[in-house]
């Protein structure tokens, strides 16, 4: 399902115009990405948490000389899925 399907499917959903929609969609879209820019978790009952994720520096290769280099530490972006999605996928 693409984002111009999930539109789609709010609208017809929730009877609202396509235009509407998009605007919420792409409004809680941002609303996750803003939070989770300021370390927060997003937790949707029912459907999961949205989280940052932080990867611990380490020790790596180049691939092209085999040389040792070191991996910094990063944050990335991490969802867990909720019990009610979890079982509705079984």
């Known amino acids: 399902m693409t984002k111009a399907d999930l539109i789609s499917q709010v609208a017809k ?10 605007i919420t969609v792409t409004s ?11 370390n927060e978790k997003v937790v949707v009952t029912g459907f999961g948490t949205f ?10 290769r180049n691939p092209q000389t085999g040389a040792p280099i070191q991996i910094g530490a990063t944050k990335t972006p991490g969802f867990t899925a909720g019990k009610t999605l979890k079982r509705s996928v079984k």
């Open 28 to 38: 809680v879209f941002a609303i996750i990405s803003e939070a989770m820019k300021r």
């Open 51 to 60: 989280m940052v994720r932080t990867r611990a520096a380490r020790k790596g």
């Open 13 to 22: 959903k929730a009877d609202l115009t396509s235009k509407l929609a998009k």
